[in-house]
């Protein structure tokens, strides 16, 4: 079975552009969660997507968005990019989302210059 | 205000050791936990986890010990190997409230032969 897959692996942006990350859980997995892992803050939860719906949501700023697909796959859009945004964004699926495992993508390493 | 706290950034170990990571919370909502371990670049991967219900939960040379009373979990791993050098991060969830990880921020291990 493959496992999470996060395009693109690396990126470079400039302040006040905006970024589309991609996610592609493991197959059969209907629920899709984003972090964002920083040296300051750690791992630090975004949003979680199930069955196309946001069912719950970090302490995150509105500039970062996300949707699901009805084949499971989610993008994160992060706009008007700030330096603070630069990070390592990680994509984890689960069958059902709380409460359950979670196996993570390696994740997009975003750098905002 | 973090929940979830590791509060050793780091652990050096020899080989054929024990390595003990500790992990506190707060939240007394929390009834999952889980550890996972993170190599650079790379997304974290699950080791094992253990529900509020249980206070011991055995994989191979990984143990994780909960005590409720204190809100504090442990991982044990022996014998400890080179190949277990990385960061491990505690995670803590509400299953009952359907809530999201929220993750320590990690323990460096060091293991040396």
């Known amino acids: 079975k493959a496992g999470v897959t996060q395009t693109p692996r690396y990126l470079i942006k400039t302040r006040g552009q905006q970024v589309t990350l991609s996610c592609s859980p493991i197959?059969?997995?209907?629920?899709v969660s984003w972090y964002q892992q920083t040296p300051g803050q750690g791992l630090q939860f975004l949003f979680e997507?199930?069955?196309?719906?946001?069912?719950n949501k970090g302490n995150f700023p509105g500039r970062f968005s996300g949707r699901q697909f009805s084949n499971s796959r989610s993008e994160m859009n992060v706009s008007t990019l700030e330096l603070g945004d630069s990070a390592l964004y990680l994509c984890?699926?689960?069958?059902?989302?709380?409460?359950?495992?979670?196996?993570f993508g390696s994740g997009t390493q975003l750098s905002v210059l | 205000d973090q929940q979830v706290k590791q509060n050793s950034p780091s652990l050096s170990v020899q080989e054929g050791r024990i390595s003990i990571l500790n992990c506190d919370y707060t939240n007394s909502m929390f009834d999952y936990f889980l550890w996972y371990k993170k190599y650079p670049a790379e997304g974290p991967t699950f080791l094992i986890s253990?529900?509020?219900?249980?206070d011991k939960n055995e994989d191979g040379r990984f143990t994780v010990f909960l005590n409720k009373s204190a809100k504090h979990l442990s991982l044990h791993i022996v014998p400890s190997q080179p190949g277990d050098s990385a960061v491990y991060f505690c995670?803590?969830?509400?299953?009952?409230?359907?809530?999201?990880?929220?993750f320590g921020k990690g323990t460096t291990l060091s293991v040396s032969s």
């Open positions: 197959s059969g997995h209907r629920s």
């Open positions: 253990i529900s509020s219900i249980k």
């Open positions: 984890a699926s689960s069958q059902r989302g709380a409460g359950e495992k979670l196996f």
């Open positions: 997507y199930f069955s196309e719906t946001q069912r």
């Open positions: 995670a803590a969830s509400a299953h009952q409230a359907g809530t999201a990880l929220i």
